[in-house]
């Protein structure tokens, strides 16, 4: 499940998520936009604050595929 898919169906606001995993606002706004990728450290966080519901494979968008 990708992140902003759990923040949103959970209500959880990103700040009260951001400091359950112990990074900035910023830092999560950078992960729900693609522009950064978590550290496995936070990953592992993210991993734990969502009892598994989002894995590191749920940053990770697949290639396009070539016609």
Known sequence: MQLRQYL???NIPIPAFAASIGVSVQAVHRYLSGE??????VMERIQAATDGEVQPNDFYTEPAQAA
């Open 8 to 10: 949103a169906t959970r």
């Open 36 to 41: 950064r990728t978590p550290r496995r450290a």
